[in-house]
């Protein structure tokens, strides 16, 4: 009987994994978006074909910078590790000892036995866009001449942020005037008066959704909002001048809101947010919209960007927001000077609160995100 293959052609987009790399134990690959990429399925460094792909790598190592393009070679032979070593920036390797990733890629049989040794492989290269879909499948060849079909579109890649001579549209919502002045200078004078505390990101760690803090990936203060006056204002503004244009752009009935806070990115230590997603561990699956809500003006950095649409920054006035799903990957540059105040809710819908109740078992967190489930009730608006 023939052997099954996952097959991925032009126009497919890639699927998300987690593998351990020569950098991460746990690397997310659609962290990787917002460059082009290219995966390089070889099987071990010790084959003769192999050896030809990554000696080319090396001899374009210029190309490989992690902003416009990167590579990850893709090994299922342990012994590789004593053979390979990242070159950072741009030249990393997945340890797919477990031949998962390779499965879903269409390197390895989907029936491969897991007791083989080295299976049967099929050897090839895959290029990827910024949003992490197919461009090009190349196969190795006898003659080597994948090498130069490869290296031959790597040179003449279109800038990100552009295809065929085009800017890729960004989909997000960009809505001025949805706080008014007061009330921004309101929930700065909260801010104020509280002081905000360190605020981490949520990880998925041994089946728990917990808070993690590290100030290389996010550098953050934030205050929780209490008043139910000013909790009121701010539902009602959310329902007038957010809710009705995700409705009439994406069909979406907007019915819940989670997290009252304003956060403070500073430049007294470079506050930002490195690129991520909002809703990737399982305390956050309900999320459907993120909103960023600017409180000033006074400050300079702090822009929101969506690497995979390209390198384009966003920073509305005092009141105006940005509203995009939380899938896509976003960052906020460092702030250089000033302080940027931001009100930052998630925005969800009834059927997205049964998964949050589900899933509120693993949340392995402080108490002001579980808070948030007692407060489902006050939330709907």
């Known amino acids: 009987m023939s052997p099954t293959y996952a097959v991925l052609t032009p126009g497919d987009p890639a699927p998300w994994f987690r593998q351990r790399s020569t950098s991460n134990p746990t690397y997310a690959f659609d962290t990787a978006a917002g460059r082009h990429i290219v995966l390089c399925f070889f099987g071990s460094a010790a084959d003769a074909r192999a050896k030809t792909a990554l000696r080319a790598v090396l001899a374009n190592r210029t190309l490989f910078d992690d902003r416009q393009l990167c590579f990850f070679g893709v090994s299922i032979d342990p012994a590789d590790e004593a053979r390979l070593r990242a070159s950072i920036p741009g030249i990393r390797f997945f340890w797919d000892?477990?031949?998962?990733?390779?499965?879903?890629?269409?390197?390895?049989?989907i029936d491969a036995s897991d007791g083989e040794p080295l299976p049967l492989m099929r050897q090839f290269w895959l290029l990827l866009?910024?949003?992490?879909?197919?461009?090009?499948?190349v196969p190795f060849a006898a003659d080597g001449s994948d090498v130069?079909?490869?290296?031959?579109?790597?040179q003449h890649l279109p800038a990100l942020g552009h295809h065929d001579g085009s800017q890729l549209p960004i989909p997000v919502l960009w809505l001025a005037n949805v706080f008014e002045r007061d009330l921004c200078r309101a929930l700065i004078d909260v801010y104020k008066a509280q002081g905000g505390r360190e605020s981490g990101f949520m990880r998925d760690v041994g089946g728990k959704t917990a808070l993690i803090e590290d100030h290389h990936h996010k550098r953050r203060r934030d205050s929780a909002v209490s008043d139910p006056k000013l909790m009121k204002l701010i539902q009602q503004r959310v329902l007038r001048r957010i809710?009705?244009?995700?409705?009439?752009?994406?069909h979406f009935k907007v019915t819940r809101m989670e997290r009252y806070i304003v956060a403070c990115y500073s430049s007294e230590d470079g506050g930002h947010f490195r690129a991520h997603r909002d809703n990737t561990t399982k305390g956050t699956a309900h999320r459907r919209f993120a909103v960023s809500i600017n409180l000033n003006d006074e400050f300079e950095g702090g822009a929101i960007s969506f690497p995979e649409y390209g390198p384009q920054e966003f920073r509305p006035p005092a009141g105006g927001a940005v509203v995009f799903s939380c899938s896509m990957l976003h960052a906020v540059s460092p702030v250089t000077t000033g302080h940027r105040f931001a009100?930052?809710?998630?925005l969800y819908d009834d059927a997205a609160a049964k998964i949050r109740e589900a899933n509120h078992h693993f949340l392995d967190t402080g108490d002001?995100?579980?808070?948030d489930r007692t407060g489902d009730r006050n939330d709907q608006h």
């Open 368 to 371: 002001e995100y579980k808070a």
């Open 129 to 137: 866009d910024p949003v992490l879909r197919v461009i090009a499948v």
């Open 243 to 250: 809710a009705p244009e995700i409705l009439k752009i994406h």
């Open 148 to 154: 130069e079909a490869i290296f031959s579109r790597l």
């Open 343 to 346: 009100f930052l809710p998630f």
């Open 97 to 109: 000892f477990d031949r998962s990733v390779s499965r879903t890629y269409g390197a390895v049989a």
